[in-house]
């Protein structure tokens, strides 16, 4: 994963599409109005939070999903400007700075795009380290555990596993790997796994893909 060719994760065309794509500041909308009144704007998301319509004034949308700032801006244009519709879209994406520490090729601070999750900082930043745990990366925010991630579910299991999104500020530490155990023989995927603690041998198994149903029984 880490060794790919691909060395951004940024959008090629369109920014974003996500309606659940949280605003904040840099972040670059269009508001489209229709109606008796035709406007097409771009606006900015200020520092406070807000964006400015003439005519309507300051909204705030920091902290709004997309959808949810299309909502907003949708019913106070209409309650200035009487026959209108408005729709938001994303025209660009903010950037942000994150720090990512611990057992990582290149630790240091990462400044990318606002729409990214903790395994596009990890990309950015070489992978994971020989030493470094899969299994145990955690998400800080304002000195809060945010939460803690576990790539086996993804990278073994491939579970459409929700990576959270990442605001600037936030530090992303990769912890030490924990112990491991090697699996060889009539299993589907033979190798090194790493193991928490409450995992058994049967759990291994279950990394490895489960014993191989290939008959070897006439040599």
Do not use: C, W
Not at 76 to 100: E, F, P
């Amino acid at each position: 994963i880490f060794n790919s060719v691909q060395s951004s994760f940024m959008p090629i065309n369109i920014p974003n599409l996500d309606p659940d794509y949280i605003l904040d500041y840099g972040d670059i909308l269009r508001i489209q109005i229709t109606g008796k009144v035709a406007l097409d704007l771009k606006v900015d998301v200020q520092r406070d939070g807000s964006i400015s319509i003439k005519t309507v004034g300051n909204i705030f949308v920091a902290g709004l999903s997309l959808e949810a700032a299309n909502k907003v801006v949708n019913a106070k244009v209409k309650s200035y400007i009487l026959g209108t519709d408005a729709a938001v879209s994303l025209i660009n994406i903010r950037d942000m700075q994150i720090v990512l520490l611990g057992a990582v090729k290149f630790p240091g601070v990462y400044t990318v795009s606002g729409n990214s999750n903790p395994l596009h900082v990890i990309n950015a930043a070489g992978g994971i380290a020989d030493h470094g745990s899969f299994r145990n990366i955690k998400i800080t925010r304002n000195d809060n555990a945010l939460n803690t991630i576990d790539l086996y579910d993804m990278f073994i299991f491939g579970r459409n596993t929700s990576l959270p999104r990442l605001r600037s500020g936030d530090v992303v530490f990769v912890g030490p790997k924990s112990a491991e155990v090697a699996i060889s023989g009539g299993v589907n995927n033979p190798m090194i796994y790493e193991v928490i603690e409450g995992e058994t041998i049967a759990s291994v198994v279950n990394f490895a893909g489960g014993f191989s149903q290939t008959d070897e029984s006439d040599t």
